[in-house]
């Protein structure tokens, strides 16, 4: 079934009969064993670089970093465009320096749904020598079903030269239970650094071509056979009903005073702000009317927003979701800015945020209504608050906020 899978994906990303690859338990780990096996082909092929680097666009997906953080990379960010949200390859040859082993583009970024030009990057990325992994983990499967039905889909996959791996997910708009994904090389020799191999014990030797050791079949035998259930032509018109149910909102949206697109949708994400109303509020009064839509909080030049991943199960549902939606904007627009937001903005500045310490967060966290039991219904104020945050101090407040989550 690995066989079989891995041999789909080859074919669906245009990749000749040297492209190979495994099955994941989901983009993460497909993406930490893709940034596994270019550390240790650099290893082999560049024994002089030791402190290696992975240039990583802002949009570029956060298991990017933990794989770094895993792996013990250096991760150099590049900016992305502030129109397009797409990176530059120009922006990318700039950040290349004699330690860079890896770098990443997405098609789709999740964040505003848009490709980077893995063309550009793929020509840079002969030139230069180095790794080229396109993330296409949410849109490796469903691209190529909207370049089918007429939609400008740039190319991302393995007909681009300089791409070396790519991860694509099957958990996600192939619609397979969780816990599958596949990550795919150009050639066996990419691969080969994917895998563990260890003797080194008193015991069985291990040879895993993935994170997991022992690990159930079932995910790989679901996504099997959700991928025979449905077929190629099953997928053509889930395919169909997605991007025209995308267009809807997409124009919807436009439409709609106070809110605007961040970029056109060049798959099924879609990201949405406002310069006049908080998006927090949005967000809120959507979710009390039993949506569920996502809040994105700012980071570099990308402004806090509200992200939708259209679905298969979300069409029929456009325009109930754009009529509430404007109701949504108008009352949002009536609501102030929560005394919250001001009292631990106040707090804020007394305190320390590079060396906070759990006290301090336990006291932060206790202003703001929050303990151990879970979160309030409406989370303007919170998400107010970790908006105006330094990305690092939020990533401290959430870790000890999940820490204190999981006790007895
Ligand atoms: C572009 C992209 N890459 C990687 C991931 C990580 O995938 P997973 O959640 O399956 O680990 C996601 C998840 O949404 C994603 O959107």
């Not at 024994?47 to 666009?57: F, Y």
């Not at 980077?116 to 030139?127: C, H, M």
């Not at 961040?262 to 310069?275: E, F, G, I, K, N």
Request: some cysteine; overall charge negative.
């Amino acid at each position: 079934m690995e066989r079989e899978l891995a041999a789909f994906g080859a074919r669906h990303l245009r990749g000749d009969e040297h492209v190979v690859g495994n099955f994941s338990s989901g983009g993460t780990e497909s993406i930490i064993l893709a940034v596994k096996a270019a550390r240790d082909y650099h290893r082999e092929k560049r024994p002089d670089v030791t402190c290696p680097e992975m240039i990583l666009p802002t949009t570029a997906h956060a298991a990017f970093h933990k794989a770094a953080h895993y792996l013990d990379i250096k991760v150099v960010p590049v900016a992305v465009d502030p129109q397009s949200f797409k990176v530059r390859a120009d922006d990318v040859r700039q950040a290349i320096t004699a330690n860079t082993i890896m770098m990443v583009g997405s098609a789709p970024s999740y964040a505003q749904g848009v490709i980077d030009p893995i063309a550009e990057l793929g020509d840079l990325a002969l030139e230069k020598d180095v790794w080229l992994h396109t993330d296409a983990c949410m849109g490796g499967f469903l691209l190529p079903y909207f370049k089918r039905l007429g939609e400008p889909v740039p190319d991302f996959d393995f007909s681009v030269p300089g791409v070396s791996s790519i991860s694509m997910d099957l958990h996600k708009y192939a619609y397979s239970p969780k816990g599958a994904s596949l990550v795919l090389y150009r050639h066996k020799d990419l691969r080969r650094h994917q895998i563990f191999a260890c003797s080194s014990w008193i015991g069985y030797t291990i040879i895993n071509n993935a994170v997991q050791s022992s690990k159930s079949g079932g995910p790989m035998a679901a996504a099997w056979a959700v991928l025979n259930y449905l077929g190629d032509e099953g997928y053509l018109e889930i395919a169909r009903r997605k991007l025209a149910a995308v267009k809807k909102i997409a124009a919807g949206i436009e439409a709609i005073d106070g809110i605007r697109l961040l970029a056109q949708p060049q798959m099924s994400l879609v990201a949405y702000t406002s310069d006049t109303v908080n998006v927090f509020h949005i967000i809120d009064e959507m979710n009390a009317l039993g949506w569920y839509i996502q809040p994105a909080l700012s980071f570099d030049n990308s402004p806090a927003h509200i992200h939708l991943s259209i679905n298969a199960s979300n069409v029929g549902w456009e325009e109930d979701l754009l009529k509430d939606l404007e109701e949504c904007v108008r009352i949002a627009a009536t609501l102030p800015e929560g005394d919250l937001v001001k009292m631990v903005r106040g707090a804020l500045e007394q305190i320390d945020l590079e060396n906070v310490s759990d006290e301090d967060i336990k006291g932060l966290l206790a202003m703001a209504g929050i303990d151990a039991g879970g979160l309030p219904d409406r989370m303007a104020d919170i998400n107010g608050v970790l908006d105006a945050l330094p990305p690092k101090a939020r990533e401290k407040i959430l870790t000890s906020f999940v820490n204190d989550l999981f006790v007895q």
